[in-house]
């Protein structure tokens, strides 16, 4: 049985909208986990969802939050289209610096630093920006870089088989001043603005490239369906400057649909190891220590 833990909605500061999140704080925190959602995601489903209370259980704190590109399409306070569609790399490497910031405020300068998918790329971004962070656990994290969309094109996202098409109808758009303006994508996530589209063929931080400055442990999980040249853990292993865990997890997906329960135990696991963390008193143990 592990901790209890409090839940709080928050809102983290940023010279935009806030970006909203849920802290989970045990009863006994022994560290934290800042945890990056992927590609037009949220604080709330997927790993995001179900990952935090486990983290929670071993006596890890975590913050989970919206960075401002979240969701695909949304509106905050008003009728103006926001959310993952307009998101560009510089916004989210922001954002995720507020995060870091709000946690160092509460105490926790060295969390632990995890992201999925698009979120273990930018992971690997911020943790190379902060050596000081405790370890960095990237969950399929995607290989990032100026071939990032040509690769996930490749394989059936984004622009599928239209990819020149797609770029030049972008780069005509944000020439015109419409960069604002919304796109159809032939593949996932299936519409996008010219801008963001621009900045995401140009401007991604390349996961590879960055491995050697990541000197902190690390793990690197990925499902066994994903395709190893988009989700690159063992060239990353073989890059990274600090000791680094590969997990395949057979049967699965992108989003460790059936093996949640898995993903979850190897993860906490790791983590418990890698930051010796001491083990959680039960209730049941507490109750039988003599008293007087």
Same mark, same amino acid.
């Given at each position: 049985?592990?901790?209890?833990?409090?839940?709080? +909605?928050?809102?983290?500061?940023?010279?935009?909208?806030?970006?909203?999140?849920? @802290?989970?704080? $045990?009863?006994?925190?022994?560290?934290?986990?800042?945890?990056?959602?992927?590609?037009?995601?949220?604080?709330?489903?997927?790993?995001?969802?179900?990952?935090?209370? +486990? +983290?929670?259980?071993?006596?890890?704190?975590?913050?989970?939050?919206?960075?401002?590109?979240?969701?695909?399409?949304?509106?905050?306070?008003?009728?103006?289209? &926001? *959310?993952?569609?307009?998101?560009?790399?510089?916004?989210?490497?922001?954002?995720?610096?507020?995060?870091?910031? @709000?946690?160092?405020?509460?105490?926790?300068?060295?969390?632990? &630093?995890?992201?999925?998918?698009? *979120?273990?790329?930018?992971? &690997?971004?911020?943790?190379?920006?902060?050596?000081?962070?405790?370890?960095?656990?990237?969950?399929?994290?995607?290989?990032?870089?100026?071939?990032?969309?040509?690769?996930?094109?490749?394989?059936?996202?984004?622009?599928?088989?239209?990819?020149?098409?797609?770029?030049?109808?972008?780069?005509?758009?944000?020439?015109?001043?419409?960069?604002?303006?919304?796109?159809?994508?032939?593949?996932? @996530?299936?519409?996008?603005?010219?801008?963001?589209?621009?900045?995401?063929?140009?401007?991604?931080?390349?996961?590879?490239?960055?491995?050697?400055?990541?000197?902190? $442990?690390?793990?690197?999980?990925?499902?066994?369906?994903?395709?190893?040249?988009?989700?690159?853990?063992?060239?990353?292993?073989?890059?990274?400057?600090?000791?680094?865990?590969?997990?395949?997890?057979?049967?699965?997906?992108? @989003?460790?649909?059936?093996?949640?329960?898995?993903? *979850?135990?190897?993860?906490?696991?790791? +983590?418990?190891?890698?930051?010796?963390?001491?083990?959680?008193?039960?209730?049941?143990?507490?109750?039988?220590?003599?008293?007087?």
């Amino acid at each position: 049985m592990g901790q209890d833990f409090r839940l709080h +909605l928050v809102a983290i500061p940023t010279d935009d909208v806030p970006l909203d999140g849920l @802290w989970y704080e $045990p009863e006994r925190p022994q560290g934290a986990v800042q945890l990056l959602h992927g590609n037009v995601s949220n604080f709330y489903s997927g790993v995001q969802r179900w990952l935090p209370p +486990l +983290l929670a259980s071993v006596g890890l704190a975590c913050l989970v939050y919206n960075r401002r590109g979240h969701d695909i399409v949304t509106n905050r306070a008003g009728r103006e289209a &926001v *959310g993952g569609a307009f998101q560009t790399y510089d916004q989210a490497i922001r954002d995720n610096e507020e995060a870091a910031g @709000w946690l160092a405020d509460r105490g926790f300068p060295r969390p632990a &630093v995890m992201g999925h998918s698009n *979120g273990g790329m930018l992971a &690997v971004r911020h943790v190379s920006a902060h050596p000081e962070a405790s370890c960095l656990v990237l969950l399929s994290a995607h290989a990032g870089g100026p071939n990032l969309v040509e690769l996930a094109s490749r394989h059936g996202l984004l622009a599928r088989d239209r990819l020149q098409q797609v770029r030049d109808q972008a780069a005509r758009m944000v020439a015109d001043g419409r960069g604002d303006e919304l796109m159809l994508l032939p593949g996932w @996530w299936w519409v996008i603005s010219a801008a963001s589209f621009v900045d995401l063929d140009t401007n991604a931080p390349e996961t590879l490239a960055l491995a050697p400055s990541i000197r902190c $442990p690390s793990l690197f999980v990925r499902g066994a369906l994903e395709p190893p040249a988009l989700y690159p853990a063992e060239e990353f292993q073989r890059l990274a400057a600090g000791p680094c865990d590969v997990r395949t997890v057979e049967g699965t997906d992108h @989003w460790y649909n059936g093996r949640e329960s898995e993903v *979850g135990a190897l993860v906490t696991a790791w +983590l418990v190891q890698a930051l010796n963390l001491e083990p959680a008193r039960t209730r049941d143990s507490a109750s039988e220590r003599p008293s007087g």
